[in-house]
């Protein structure tokens, strides 16, 4: 029997594994001074960032976040579940696993199994159904007049609900005592008056909804008419929660070996409607808009979404939901998109109207997440007049401040200076301001609270099978696709993630919980030194071309991160992240800025080289101007001037419009 694995030995385990081993047999690495660097193997990279400390036992990366022991990073590279982990180990060590016996998870893992097992019987039946029924016509009929082949819906375990209260119940139960398990899988529905119990699903055509691993979690039913409601999702039950699951996610991820992006669209037609066009990278919400879950995951799966709406009122309605909660989520290097069709069409009735080149050539030209932004707070707004101009900062400041640090975030902030002539700073008292007077009731109006996608996205890639038969072109084909997945799970939990303050060690994951805490919010106010700092870290070799003696007295602890960083990185051309963060510990001097520059290491920069010196230019640019004007205030405020500050004042003068005029 199954039950939950003592602490006790998980200490002992990590305490017989080295964590070097680990690592070095998955990852190519290269000592540098006590650590061992290389290219991380969870997110792509140019330059290692990515380091493991033997003597700590832990590894960390100053890209992506990634940290923890061996425990934390066997789950996050082999895709296994905590148990299994603990048994990957335990087989190294050569000892066996322990465990407490837990008779309520082991009745709900027994629960979940039987949901699970429900579920795959009711989708083979509906897939019957389709091919034997003697009303199968009218479904046959309807889905090839949506342009669906045999062949199409096969791939994805379309079938069919006949009429009638029971035929499910029928054919899945054989007591009394079989009817509530089907209720709590989602596929009865009790009347408690009469104390009877009915089919959920009559007469639809049915999809079935699968998880991460390939098994039927629910199932999604589309009336053949105009009945209303036109679609009817499984209930909420053990084994699905619809704020967290995404239709064709699986599909998407077995039709593509190479996944690296998604559409999301608004219904299952569109989904299969794309696919059987050869668009196999679509997905829908399953009655929901769009969550931070569901960004959360998708982010972690892929660098680019594209939100694919209705041009009617509608649908621009729906897309500034999802502006709205993709916002906090987005970080650099990831890309939202937003495409609107024209009136009338679906992503479907488009695709069969206009082929596969032409409905990805407007995928292509979606609009980009910050185009979509200023246009859409822009056309209520007379950028001309100084009202106007208040209105759309006072509207477009509060959702930019919602968004995570990052280079994004600033040059969002720096379209919004150039649209209303407010210098960077006026934009940032602006935004104080209205931190300092928000009511209690304001200051929660937009708390994205989400659980990180992590704790879903714990599944094996599926295979793609291309022995299973699914390619039958006629309808006979219907209810014979393979099973998929199966088995026994426990989400994982990551090691990834350890953004917040403090050393590196991976203080979120718990073992004694067996749980991911997620982290805490980042304290760094984007500034241009910390921008600068952010892309010379992910870019040391551009630390060459910065002259910033002008900064080695500022009394600004960032700007003096920012100078020390230029001399250590000119002195140490070949120095690692890895290696600077022990260089610097080692220094009492130094050891000081260590927290600072954490932070500002998980600040994403641009990864065009060239657009990343640009900005680079011109944040040192603007720290110049600071610079040069701080020296003219001091020298103006002096009350009696000698004539060399009379001379030191004109050349900075000269310097500060100079400076201007050229921007």
């Known amino acids: 029997m199954a039950g939950k694995i003592p602490q006790s030995f998980i200490d002992d385990l990590l305490a017989r594994i080295n964590v070097l081993d680990i690592v070095e047999s998955r990852v190519k690495l290269k000592r540098t001074g006590k650590n061992y660097s290389g290219l991380c193997p ?162 639809r055509i049915m999809f079935p909804i699968r998880d991460m691993r390939g098994r039927v979690i629910a199932f999604g039913g589309r009336v053949l008419g105009d009945e209303k409601p036109k679609y009817l999702n499984s209930p909420e039950t053990e084994t699905f929660h619809k704020s967290r699951e995404l239709y064709g996610l699986y599909e998407a991820r077995k039709f593509n070996q190479q996944l690296n992006k998604l559409i999301i669209v608004e219904g299952y037609m569109d989904v299969v409607g794309l696919a059987q066009y050869g668009i196999s990278y679509a997905v829908a919400t399953l009655g929901t808009a769009t969550t931070a879950q569901h960004l959360e995951r998708i982010f972690k799966m892929v660098d680019e979404v594209i939100f694919c709406f209705d041009g009617d009122q509608a649908g621009r309605k729906a897309a500034g939901r999802a502006l709205e909660t993709t916002l906090p989520v987005i970080t650099d290097g990831k890309q939202a998109r937003f495409l609107f069709l024209p009136d009338g069409e679906d992503p479907d009735s488009l695709v069969r109207q206009e082929g596969t080149e032409n409905f990805e050539q407007r995928l292509q030209e979606a609009l980009p997440l910050s185009d979509f932004f200023f246009r859409t707070l822009g056309e209520d707004a007379d950028l001309n007049s100084l009202d106007g101009r208040a209105s759309f900062s006072n509207q477009a400041l509060p959702m930019i401040q919602l968004m995570q640090p990052s280079i994004l975030q600033q ?107 997620p982290p805490q919010d980042l304290n760094i106010r984007i500034t241009p030194a910390s921008s600068a700092i952010s892309i010379l870290l992910h870019a040391p070799h551009l630390a060459n071309g910065c002259e910033l003696s002008f900064l080695a007295n500022s009394k600004r602890q960032t700007e003096l991160l920012l100078y020390r960083l230029v001399e250590y990185l000119r002195q140490t051309p070949d120095a690692t992240l890895g290696m600077l963060f022990v260089d610097w510990e080692s220094d009492p001097e130094l050891a000081g800025y260590l927290q600072t520059l954490n932070e500002i290491s998980h600040l994403e920069p641009i990864q065009n080289t060239d657009s990343a010196q640009n900005v680079l230019s011109d944040s040192l640019q603007r720290l110049q101007e600071r610079s040069i004007d701080q020296q003219i205030d001091e020298l103006k405020s002096l009350k009696q001037r000698s004539a060399e500050d009379n001379q030191r004042l004109n050349q900075l003068l000269m310097q500060q419009h100079t400076s201007r005029s050229g921007r």
């Open 42 to 203: 969870f997110h792509k990279e140019k330059s290692p960032s990515f380091t493991v400390n033997n003597e700590k036992q832990f590894y960390y990366c100053f890209g992506c976040g990634a940290g923890g022991n061996a425990l934390g990073f066997i789950m996050e590279h082999d895709r296994l579940s905590f148990p299994e982990a603990v048994e990957e180990l335990a087989k190294l060590a050569g000892v066996e696993v322990p465990r407490d016996e837990s008779r309520v998870d082991h009745q709900r893992e027994l629960r979940r199994k039987d949901i699970f097992a429900l579920l795959e019987e009711a989708s083979d039946f509906y897939q019957e159904q389709l091919k034997q029924h003697n009303q199968k016509a009218k479904a046959v009929d309807y889905l090839k007049g949506r342009g669906l082949t045999g062949k199409i819906a096969a791939l994805f375990g379309i079938g069919y609900a006949p009429p009638g209260w029971d035929n499910l119940l029928k054919k899945l139960t054989q007591s009394d005592a079989d009817k509530p398990r089907l209720e709590q899988a989602g596929m009865l529905i009790h009347k408690e008056e009469s104390d009877r119990y009915y089919d959920r699903f009559r007469d």
């Open 411 to 517: 040059m969002m902030q720096e379209k919004i200076s150039e649209l209303t002539g407010l210098s960077f700073e006026q934009l940032n008292s602006i935004t104080n301001l209205q931190e300092a007077t928000k009511t209690p009731q304001q200051a929660t109006s937009h708390n994205y609270d989400y659980e990180p996608a992590m704790q879903y996205d714990d599944y094996p890639q599926p295979e793609y099978d291309q022995g299973s038969g699914y390619y039958d072109n006629d309808y006979s084909g219907y209810g014979n696709n393979q099973q998929q997945g199966g088995g026994d799970f426990t989400p994982k939990n990551k090691g990834k993630g350890n953004k917040g303050k403090g050393k590196y060690r991976n203080k979120n994951f718990r073992q004694d919980k067996q749980e991911f805490r």
